[in-house]
């Protein structure tokens, strides 16, 4: 059990993180540092920054050493072992703290490095939750530093303050593995959901909510619920982690609830031995490592497994193999409308394109969800996306994502922990691909999950694709008179393509101002994959872009690295049998087999240079996300055009400079 106060000692350390460097140099360097001293506090500090990829082959006790290693102030960054050898207590911070991946390694790593309370102005849901299930306090109100400094032993009360009741109790348990065992392992269903309108997610939700002595019987935003998931996915860099905190706190063996509905995705490490910042750091042996950990723990429990291949497997694959982003691999073989999905992953919203709940968690989250079947959530407030008008031609949903996401409200965190419900005559025109492209991308606008109500086009989708006939049920859509937080109309008629400048994907703005901001913007890698961008529809327009540039006589420059990656073997095999490889080959195209890649560092397609340029179809621009370059987002045939171009164009501005 938690102790009733947080004493940090007569002269804690505490660690600004700050936005100049000087003030981070004289904190390392041993000098105590006030709020008034300490200079302007990072905003939007994320996970990436907390704890780069390329480390999270560690996830054990030895995280510790890489707290804060990608968070860079000016020139300045941290070096590893700093914050360990500093004796930091505590970190501070701006707003929206933890945004990004869902990632436990960060909070993990903070706390294994000492630190015991992190202030910020606010949290993303995914880090502040995942902060919570290991016991590390998160507060937001800075005030508590001065208090803090003063030697002042701050009571548990006050932490737990502005929290739900599940949270308290969650911290006071000692995180979530104690008190899933204590409250969740005979759970029940909740029971007749409520009688009042609802939406769609409200509505899968009540169907699915447990009922424990410590979630309220109809919760309202910001209170905390427990679900019963349809499936569970985890892939490979949460795996050894789980398994490390279950067998620890547990025991070993432990009994796993339905382990049926348990997937195992290794989809993120199949080129690790081409990926730079591996390679550089030496962490290849760590990261198989790390792989045969989820191997391990897949075979000992029985698990269904996933596993994509390297080109050399590939070459002799006799396509049976089915493999690749456990998102976009969820979307084709499992997820179904009305159902609840959870992964250790930010883009688990993907599914909600099928018009089930999809949202991710983290690490103890899916450890405790293996052993209870009851996953932890905090019932969020709901948005309301209406989609208007007509799309103009060029215009795809990439492009729709990268204007929410610039608008002020949502960059102002309007839309953190929130559901986003996205409707309106676009939506209904878009195909399942396409939709998941706005689901996925929830993460980057801060959401907790995104839905599309099923309809004509998902029915046909899943006889399409999967051979499903599915019936859609006559309470599958939000109520009329249901209540959202907030109703958000897009007139999408007057978009245009856009992209996001580097560091981060609300830098948006239409690629045709880009002269006025920025000029000529040369490129020298372009990437499309990911689960964002590797689905098929993706694909098509990588090739109708490279096959008109080819009708012109265009090729992709000397000077211009072209990397094409499956999201899928699905994927792969339909561009097989469409023969869109000739074209792809025949334009410069580097064909990568299905796996992340270079979305999250892990092989070729990532920058190796700080003065690179990437263009690229993935879903994140953080600083070192895809290497140390500057990476620019755009919808696929904006990628494909720059890709040709060279510099970075609009398919339909290519167009004109050839008429």
């Not at 299930?133 to 032993?153: C, H, K, S, W, Y």
């Not at 008179?481 to 008629?493: F, N, R």
Request: net charge negative.
């Amino acid at each position: 059990m938690t102790p009733a106060t947080l004493d940090l000692g007569p002269q804690p350390r505490v660690l600004f993180l700050s936005a100049d460097a000087e003030p981070m140099r004289r904190q390392l360097a041993g000098e105590p540092l006030a709020a008034d001293t300490a200079g302007a506090l990072r905003d939007d500090v994320s996970t990436d920054e907390i704890t780069p990829v390329a480390i999270m082959s560690h996830y054990d006790e030895s995280l510790a050493r890489f707290a804060y290693t990608g968070l860079r102030a000016g020139d300045f960054a941290l070096p590893a072992g700093a914050v360990q050898a500093g004796g930091f207590s505590v970190a501070v911070a701006g707003r929206r703290y933890g945004k990004g991946s869902s990632r436990e390694h960060s909070p993990a790593a903070e706390k294994w490095a000492g630190i015991r309370l992190v202030i910020a102005e606010s949290f993303e849901r995914i880090y502040r939750q995942n902060a919570d299930n290991i016991g590390l306090f998160t507060a937001t109100d800075p005030g508590l530093v001065r208090r803090i400094q003063a030697g002042e032993a701050i009571p548990v009360e006050t932490l737990l303050a502005d929290r739900d009741a599940l949270a308290a109790g969650i911290l006071q348990s000692g995180g979530l593995l104690r008190f899933g065992q204590a409250h969740l392992t005979r759970a029940e269903p909740a029971g007749k959901p409520p009688a009042r309108p609802q939406t769609l997610f409200e509505k899968i939700i009540h169907r699915q909510r447990l009922q424990t002595p410590v979630t309220p019987p109809d919760p309202q935003p910001g209170e905390g619920a427990f679900v019963r998931a349809h499936w569970r996915f985890i892939h490979e860099y949460y795996t050894g982690m789980a398994a490390h905190m279950l067998h620890a706190t547990l025991g070993q063996p432990v009994a796993l609830h339905e382990p049926r509905t348990i997937l195992v995705f290794e989809d993120h490490t199949s080129y690790v031995d081409q990926s730079p910042a591996h390679l550089r750091m030496g962490l290849v042996p760590n990261m198989r490592a790390m792989v045969q950990a989820q191997r391990d723990f897949a075979s000992l429990y029985g698990l269904r497994s996933h596993r994509t291949l390297t080109d050399a497997e590939a070459a002799q694959d006799d396509g049976r193999n089915v493999a690749g982003i456990s998102h976009a691999m969820m979307a084709e073989h499992y997820a179904l409308p009305g159902q609840v999905v959870v992964g250790t992953d930010s883009h688990t919203p993907h599914s909600g394109a099928l018009g089930c709940v999809a949202f991710g968690v983290g690490t103890t989250d899916m450890a405790n969800a293996f052993v209870t079947g009851a996953v932890r959530m905090t019932m969020p407030a709901q948005l309301l996306v209406r989609l208007q008008g007509t799309l103009p031609l060029g215009v795809t949903a990439k492009d729709i994502v990268l204007h929410l996401l610039a608008l002020p409200g949502i960059r102002a965190g309007g839309g953190v922990g929130k559901v986003f419900e996205f409707a309106g005559d676009v939506v209904a025109a878009l195909s399942i691909d396409e939709r998941a492209t706005l689901t996925n991308m929830t993460a980057e606008l801060g959401g907790f999950t995104g839905i599309v109500a099923p309809d004509a086009e998902t029915v046909r989708f899943l006889k399409q694709r999967r051979g499903v006939d599915f019936s859609i049920a006559p309470w599958m859509h939000s109520d009329p008179d249901a209540a959202y937080a907030e109703v958000l109309t897009v007139d999408c008629s007057r978009l245009s393509p856009t992209v996001a400048a580097p560091g981060d994907p609300g830098n948006a703005l239409p690629i045709a101002q880009l002269a006025q901001t920025h000029g000529v913007v040369k490129v020298d890698i372009a990437y499309g994959g990911s689960c964002t961008a590797g689905k098929r529809e993706d694909f098509d327009h990588y090739h109708a872009v490279l096959a008109w540039g080819l009708a012109q006589g265009l090729k992709v420059p000397a000077t211009v690295q072209l990397y094409l990656q499956y999201g899928t073997t699905a994927v792969r095999d339909y561009c097989q049998a469409q023969g869109y490889e000739a074209t792809f080959q025949a334009a410069g195209a580097r064909i990568l087999q299905p796996s992340c890649g270079a979305c999250a560092n892990c092989g070729p397609g990532s920058s190796t240079d700080a003065g690179q340029v990437t263009v690229s179809a993935i879903n994140r621009n953080f600083a070192g996300r895809s290497g140390p370059g500057q990476v620019w987002l755009a919808s696929p045939p904006t990628v494909m055009a720059s890709a040709l171009a060279g510099e970075l164009v609009s398919f339909e501005q290519l167009r004109r400079r050839q008429a």
